[in-house]
């Protein structure tokens, strides 16, 4: 799992310990993603699923894409389809992606990179593996976030942040235990490079057989814990979860993840995302790829794309 790593963590600055006064967050609610295909056939992991939606604001959904090993001529990416009111936030852990949309935007993201694109009023995209992929086969893991715009933005101008996985703010645990990768908002005082319109943070960890990641949060942002692989335990009653599931937590100054002792033969360290971010509270009208306040809108939004108003497929 390259995305970016170090090899000594000791290396890297320090997060701070709980201190005297400082709550815990309880796990609320864990759930199982349920598998399935998106787009022309590739694998994903719906990690919200089954998630009550209050919990998850100003999230939509999060799609675990992957873990696969292609064959030759397997990798599959999506046909056009438009999108409208939130962003797409598309972080790859292992392998290559393209993106391309009808306003000119995209470029290749690979190993730790993310592609952060405001769909705003509306655009026409595609996300496809490069041709070099598809002859070659291949690794391939992801996970793709929607995050909600609030009613003020929905209808702003598209537009994309291309970030680097050099660019990602580094930082280990107390212990130096585990590796935290901060893609957007801060963690105990270090900032991602992702610029958000709803305040928000996006983590990616990778905590060592037996170790423990004690993860400072902002006190106003709710908190999502999912597994992409590896297993351990959650919050400070030491709820289990494994790949595949998400835990979703209550409200305090930090949250608890702890890797078992033991882990899988091919993944062996746990690895775990955590998002969360300030509720909007606004009423959600969603269908399809078009998230909205309210049903008018996501009509309006059906028949501004039948009359093409998102743009035309580039030749």
């Known amino acids: 799992m390259p995305a970016i790593t170090v090899d000594d963590l000791t290396v890297l600055p320090r997060l701070k310990a709980p201190g005297l006064g400082d709550q815990a967050r309880p796990v609320w609610q864990l759930s199982t993603a349920p598998q399935g295909y998106e787009g022309e056939g590739f694998p994903v992991r719906r990690a919200f699923a089954g998630i009550d939606l209050q919990h998850l604001d100003p999230f939509i959904m999060m799609d675990q894409m992957g873990e696969v090993e292609y064959a030759p001529g397997e990798p599959k990416g999506t046909s056009w389809h438009p999108h409208r009111g939130f962003e797409t936030v598309t972080y790859i852990i292992d392998g290559t992606f393209d993106h391309q949309d009808s306003h000119g935007g995209g470029g290749t993201i690979t190993n730790g990179d993310t592609q952060w694109m405001t769909a705003g009023s509306g655009l026409l995209h595609i996300e496809a593996p490069p041709e070099s992929l598809v002859m070659s086969g291949g690794l391939f893991h992801g996970i793709q976030l929607w995050v909600n715009l609030p009613r003020s933005a929905k209808m702003n101008a598209p537009k994309y942040q291309d970030i680097r996985s050099r660019e990602v703010a580094l930082v280990t645990s107390a212990d130096a235990?585990?590796?935290?990768?901060?893609?957007?908002?801060?963690?105990?005082?270090?900032?991602?490079?992702?610029?958000?319109?709803?305040?928000?943070?996006?983590?990616?960890?990778?905590?060592?057989?037996?170790?423990?990641?004690?993860?400072?949060?902002?006190?106003?942002?709710?908190?999502?814990?999912?597994?992409?692989?590896?297993?351990?335990?959650?919050?400070?009653?030491?709820?289990?979860?494994?790949?595949?599931?998400?835990?979703?937590?209550?409200?305090?100054?930090?949250?608890?993840?702890?890797?078992?002792?033991?882990?899988?033969?091919?993944?062996?360290?746990?690895?775990?995302?955590?998002?969360?971010?300030?509720?909007?509270?606004?009423?959600?009208?969603?269908?399809?790829?078009?998230?909205?306040?309210?049903?008018?809108?996501?009509?309006?939004?059906?028949?501004?794309?039948?009359?093409?108003?998102?743009?035309?497929?580039?030749?």
């Open 177 to 315: 235990g585990a590796l935290v990768r901060v893609i957007a908002g801060s963690v105990d005082g270090h900032e991602g490079p992702g610029s958000t319109y709803t305040p928000m943070t996006l983590v990616h960890a990778t905590i060592e057989p037996g170790a423990q990641l004690e993860l400072p949060w902002t006190v106003e942002h709710n908190a999502l814990v999912y597994v992409l692989s590896g297993r351990g335990t959650v919050g400070t009653e030491q709820r289990p979860i494994r790949t595949g599931q998400t835990a979703a937590m209550g409200a305090g100054d930090y949250l608890t993840v702890s890797a078992d002792r033991t882990q899988e033969g091919r993944s062996p360290k746990m690895e775990v995302i955590v998002v969360g971010g300030q509720p909007i509270r606004e009423p959600l009208a969603w269908a399809g790829p078009f998230v909205m306040n309210t049903k008018a809108e996501v009509l309006q939004a059906y028949q501004d794309f039948q009359r093409g108003s998102f743009g035309q497929v580039p030749a």
